[in-house]
Every structure is written in C-alpha cells, then in structure tokens.
C-alpha cells in the first residue's frame, strides 16, 4: 500500500508540474498576442487619424484691430471720430440723438461703406494700396421745410475730414420711404390706443369682452402693424393698418376681427379707416352710430383661458420623458478647435473668409478662399421680403420687406446649447441706429464645427474605409416682429 500511494503521489506531482508548465505557457503567449495587437492597433490608429503636433494658434482674437482690415465693420473708436466729425460740422446741422429729434436733423445709422472691387482685388492680389476706409452715414431732416433722407459718405477713417454723396444714389431721398423707428412705432400705437379707447370703448368691450385700458391682465392692444405702400395706395403719406390682438402668449395667433389704417405726415397722425367684421368705415365716429342704432351685428369674441389658448404656449405638453433627467449629449474637441478667429476673419483648414454684420443687410461674408484660391469675392443677404394674403385688407396688403426694420441692430443674441452647440465661440457686434453709443449685440454670430456623422465616400460599398463630414458653421438668427430668420453661412 505504501509503495503503491508513493506512486501515485509522484504521478499527481508530474501532473501539477505539467499544468504549471502549459499555464506558464500560455500566459507568455496571451501576453505575446496582447502585445502584437497592441501594436497593430497604434499603427491603425495612426494610419486612420494621421495625428501630429501642431504648434497651438490662437483660437479667438476679438479686440478691435488699430488698423482694422479691409473688410472689418467700423470699430468703436472709428464710430467715435465719425460722430465728432458729424456734429462738429455747422453746415450739417445735426442734433444728437438724446436731443429731441422732432423737427431736427439727425444720425439714423452708421455703417461700414465698401470700397470698390476693383481697388480691394488690387490690394489683395497685386500688393496695391491699401483702400481707404468710409463710413456710409444716413441722416433724416425732419426740420427741412420738405423733410428729406440723405445719405453720405464720410471720409477717410479714422480720421474723417470730408464728406459727399452715396455715388449711384439720388441725394435726397422722399421722407415716407424712411425706416419705422421704434419712436415712431410706440408713438403711433400710443395715439391709436387712446383714439379707439376713448370714441369706440364701449363698442370693444361689447364686442371682444375685455378693453383696451384698465383691464388688468386680460387687455387687448394694438401689437402689430403693416404698412401701406404709396405705390398701393396712390397717395404721397405713410399709411399702416394696426391689428388689435388679446395680450396672450403667442398674440399673433389671438386676433380680432377689428382693425384701424392710420395716416400720418410730417406733423400729425389720424385714423383715416377702420375694419370689422368684413366692413370698413370712414372713422370711428361711423362706427360708432352704426353700433348704437343696432345696424352692426357683432361677432362677440372672450378673452382667451384655459384650453382656448394653451396651443399657442411655449409649456411643455405630457409628461417628460423618463430620461429626461440626463444630460444632453455633446460634441467636444478632443485636441482643441481646428479654426482660429482673428477680427473678423476665420480660417479653417484649406479654407478662409471675413465676415460682418451689416447694420442695413444682416450678415456677409468676403474673400472665400479654399488653398489660397478665391472661391467668392462677397456671399451676402441683401433682403428678405415676405408676402402675405387674406380676407381682409390689413392682411392683403401685408407685403412686407423686412429690411425696413434694419438687420443689424434687430439681431438677437445666440444661445449656447439652444442655437448653437455650447462650444461654439461666439462673435459680438455693435451697430448705431438713432442713437449715441453703439447699441452692442451680444453673440450675434456663433462659429462651430460640427461632425454630421454623413460619409464622404461609403454608401453601398462592402468597404469600411472613409471619411466622415464636418462642417464649419457660422451662424446668426434675426428676430423680426412676426417670425424668426435663422441664417447659416
């Protein structure tokens, strides 16, 4: 027994011996392949990226050049010398715009003037001279015995020492063809507002359950107008139909059937017109005898609650998503932006521009370059213009082009996270329209680069091999009284 346990404790030795020696064994070679794999995924992943250092650039530069580039908006100190140039000339005759602008003459805007092609393609291409630097000023003259629009050229910046008129351009343009300013606009609505409240009160609150003053929160107001054109008209005045609307979130989609054409010249306001249910009247006073001699029917509207207006709220409607709770996915950079930004001008990869804000005509850009070769000398909106229809003259004449609002100043600050991606680095711009100091619009342009996932070359093909698109985006939205204008260059 002694001698037959003896052997079978040397033969499980030899065994554990053997496993020890084919683990051995094996954890070499599983070390070995882990290696070799390793190393065949470094060389891929150098293959496929083709990474290497750079030197780091400057991502962003956005202080104000002192010698600005031939295409960079007018900076604030050039704005300054400008406006000393302007109000410092007697035979100009100008008013500040914290002066009263009532029968004066005043700044309404201004705003970079181009130089022409010719003389820019000399500079950029030929090592010309650099071209002078002018400021397009547009003045209003209220106080002429026929109010006119100039428009004048101010030069050379940033030291201007002359001015003439805008080449092309007549130099008196007609006073009615001048912009809505927000003074005017308030001005109108606060006139038409007490001249229906106080002639036609009773008929509105019979008619819409609710007024136009004291009425709490549940009023209606004169939120929106459209103008009349001369051309349509017939007649040499300003002419603009006010809708009345309830004061409800979203009041575009909340109108009555009530509306009033105003006139207006140099020095007074009135209500020429007025339209309700499919009927116009000469004036309120006609409105108002038909109303209490119980000729006119009403169509009798209440002010919006509960259901009735809940479509028209920006409130989230059922629950929320169990996974809501989440963060948002984003995009990152993983060794920084791949384009630099300096005054205005972008280079990314092969590709380059400049780009601005135009107070006049919203956002442009100039000189693309793909390599060095010019691709498009200037990319730019010029107008937008909408046209509406309906039943009623209010809507029928509502044509609107929407560079009467000015796209500059009317540009609204993009959000990270919402209009563009958080990481984008976003662009200021400033802009003088009827006033002193530069009216400042933050985040008017965001700059990103965005991976769309959309291959370049793989579709159908049994290859894995290829490249996936990324898009450098510049990106602006203009808020317009009755809807939103989303621009991406």
């Known amino acids: ?45 150098k293959q496929q990226c083709n990474c290497r250092l750079v030197k780091e650039k400057q991502i962003f530069l956005d202080e104000e050049p002192n010698i600005p580039p031939v295409f960079h908006d007018l900076t604030k100190s050039e704005i300054r010398s400008i406006q000393k140039y302007l109000y410092e000339d007697s035979d100009l005759n100008l008013v500040k715009p914290s002066a009263n602008k009532t029968n004066a003459s005043y700044v309404f805007t201004i705003e970079l003037y181009l130089p022409d092609k010719s003389d820019v393609l000399m500079y950029l291409d030929e090592n010309g001279p650099k ?22 050229i101010v030069e050379p910046l940033p030291n201007p020492s002359s001015h003439r008129p805008v080449p092309g351009k007549p130099e008196s343009i007609r006073f009615i063809n001048r912009p809505i300013s927000n003074e005017e606009y308030y001005s109108a609505v606060n006139y038409v507002n007490n001249e229906v409240d106080s002639k036609a009160g009773e008929f ?31 007649d040499n005045k300003r002419k603009m139909w006010f809708w009345l609307h309830y004061t409800v979130e979203y009041f575009l989609l ?3 059937d009530f509306s009033v054409l105003t006139t207006s010249d140099q020095s007074s306001l009135s209500i020429e017109s007025v339209w309700y249910s499919g009927r116009i009247f000469d004036s309120l006073e006609s409105l108002m005898h038909q109303y209490r001699q119980n000729k006119l029917p009403l169509n009798i509207s209440t002010f919006p609650q509960g259901d009735s207006f809940q479509f028209s709220k920006l409130t989230r409607r059922g629950k929320a998503p169990d996974l809501s709770y989440k963060r948002d996915p984003v995009q990152i950079y993983p060794d920084g932006q791949r384009y630099t930004i300096k005054h205005r001008h972008i280079e990314y990869m092969d590709w380059s521009f400049d780009f601005r804000l135009s107070t006049s005509y919203g956002p442009q850009i100039y000189d693309v370059r793909f390599r060095g070769k010019r691709i498009a000398y200037e990319i730019g909106l010029q107008e937008i213009s909408v046209y509406y229809s309906g039943n009623s003259p209010q809507q029928r004449f509502s044509d609107f ?7 500059g100043p009317t540009a609204k600050g993009l959000i990270p996270g919402v209009d563009c991606p958080e990481l984008s680095t976003f662009v200021n711009a400033y802009h003088i329209e009827t006033s002193f100091d530069p009216a400042e619009v933050m985040n008017a342009f965001c700059v990103f680069e965005w991976n769309t996932g959309e291959p370049l070359r793989r ?31």
């Open 1 to 45: 027994m002694t001698e037959q346990g003896s052997s079978v404790n040397r033969y499980l030795i030899f065994v554990i011996f053997l496993l020890v020696i084919l683990s051995l064994a094996l954890t070499i070679a599983l070390i070995a392949m882990n290696s070799s794999k390793h190393d065949t995924f470094k060389d891929n992943s």
């Open 131 to 152: 071209p002078t630097r002018m400021a397009r000023v547009t003045i209003i003259r209220e106080n002429f015995q026929n109010p006119e629009i100039n428009e004048i």
């Open 204 to 234: 509105i609150q019979a008619a819409f359950g609710t007024g136009l003053k004291n009425c709490g929160d549940r009023c209606l107001d004169f939120l929106y107008i459209s103008s009349f054109s001369p051309a349509s008209s017939g």
């Open 254 to 256: 909340h109108p009555v």
């Open 401 to 407: 082009i929407d560079s009467v609002e000015v796209f």
């Open 459 to 489: 579709h159908y093909s049994k290859s894995t091999y290829g490249w996936k698109l990324f898009r450098r985006t510049t990106n602006i939205c203009s808020y317009l009284e009755n809807h939103t204008d989303n621009f991406k260059l």
